[in-house]
């Protein structure tokens, strides 16, 4: 596709749930994040990937948090145990690297639903 | 990081020229001012971005002063579709996050 994509656009899981949320980043770009939003509030750096790597992981919240991109493309956010607080939009964001001059295109976010 | 400061709302009345002001007094030399904006309940959208000399493209132009600790987006023509938050970035480091703060919440009225 020609953007960044989310799956799914929305999910509701119960408090104690394992959640997977995919994100599919523009094609060719190296560099991928993570994000949450909580209703009215700005978006809340999480994780950064450059290629398969994560170059930065001082914005997960606690242990419970997790992101892998193995093949440097597709990434995915794990949540353990989920609890009614991690309920929020999350966003993903791709460049075509991670240099301060290219900016980061964003998909439309998966609202997380803890219930 | 450098922290960015915004005034909460504006409004802007359709047709005229929105000026979106923001101030990063704590900027530092190799740091890029990036403006993005959320319209409810997409994700946030990239408008334009600079390092010290102002910069102009199809959505909007940034002035920066001189000194860099402030800038301001500009909207030429707002239309009733420009209503969204608008978010002064200062973006650090080395691939580093975009540290999002409240932003301005643009009210364009006809």
């Known amino acids: 596709g020609a953007g960044v994509s989310q799956t799914p656009s929305n999910k509701v899981t119960e408090k104690g749930k394992y959640v997977e949320l995919r994100c599919d980043p523009i094609s060719g770009h190296t560099a991928l994040y993570w994000y949450r939003q909580s209703l009215g509030q700005g978006p809340e750096f999480l994780i950064y990937f450059q290629g398969t790597g994560a170059a930065d992981d001082s914005g997960l919240p606690n242990d419970r948090f997790f992101a892998v991109r193995p093949e440097g493309s597709v990434s995915t956010l794990k949540i353990q145990r989920t609890e009614r607080g991690d309920s929020a939009v999350y966003l993903c964001?791709?460049?075509?690297?991670?240099?301060?001059?290219?900016?980061?295109?964003f998909g439309q976010g998966t609202r997380l639903t803890v219930v | 990081d450098a922290k960015t400061t915004q005034p909460p709302s504006m409004d802007c009345a359709e047709g005229r020229a929105a000026n979106l002001p923001c101030n990063h007094s704590t900027i530092s030399g190799n740091e890029y001012v990036y403006w993005y904006r959320q319209i409810h309940s997409q994700g946030p959208q990239y408008i334009i971005h600079?390092?010290?000399n102002n910069e102009t493209n199809e959505m909007a132009s940034l002035i920066i002063t001189e000194d860099r600790k402030s800038s301001t987006l500009i909207l030429p023509h707002a239309t009733l579709r420009d209503t969204a938050v608008y978010y002064c970035i200062v973006r650090v480091g080395y691939g580093n996050k975009l540290v999002f703060g409240a932003g301005t919440i643009l009210r364009v009225k006809s």
């Open positions: 964001a791709s460049s075509l690297s991670g240099s301060l001059n290219t900016e980061a295109f």
């Open positions: 600079g390092l010290k």
